[in-house]
């Protein structure tokens, strides 16, 4: 599966952005999804994660109650909704999937993904 992200762009503090992931290739519904970021010199985190048949999310503990994600299986696509956004969540953002059907159950490490997007940068100035 190939995944292009987009909407990334340079916002003020408070301001919301919407992520979205474009994903190639058939049954999409067979993937679990992620969003990750990473800032320069930090390592690749996750941001929040979402199941085949969005039954399932998470969040890291600094984005949850702000962000949202979701997925339109019909659209094969992955959406991130980003409210309140704060400097620190400057980043490049990365959409991940992998098989639903994959022995690794994980949904936070970067690992457990095997398909990555390009990229798309979020910049928040205070």
């Known amino acids: 599966v190939q995944l292009q992200a987009s909407g990334g762009g340079s916002v003020q503090t408070g301001d919301s952005l919407r992520l979205s992931c474009a994903a190639s290739g058939r049954t999409f519904s067979s993937y679990k999804l992620g969003w990750f970021r990473q800032a320069p010199g930090k390592e690749r985190e996750l941001v929040a994660a979402i199941s085949g048949n969005g039954g399932r999310t998470y969040y890291s503990e600094s984005v949850k109650g702000r962000f949202t994600i979701s997925r339109d299986n019909a659209k094969n696509t992955v959406y991130l909704q980003m409210n309140s956004l704060k400097p620190e969540d400057t980043a490049v953002y990365y959409c991940?999937?992998?098989?639903?059907?994959?022995?690794?159950?994980?949904?936070?490490?970067?690992?457990?993904?095997?398909?990555w997007g390009q990229g798309t940068q979020v910049t928040v100035s205070s």
């Open positions: 991940a999937a992998d098989s639903i059907y994959s022995t690794n159950y994980d949904y936070t490490s970067t690992g457990s993904y095997y398909y």
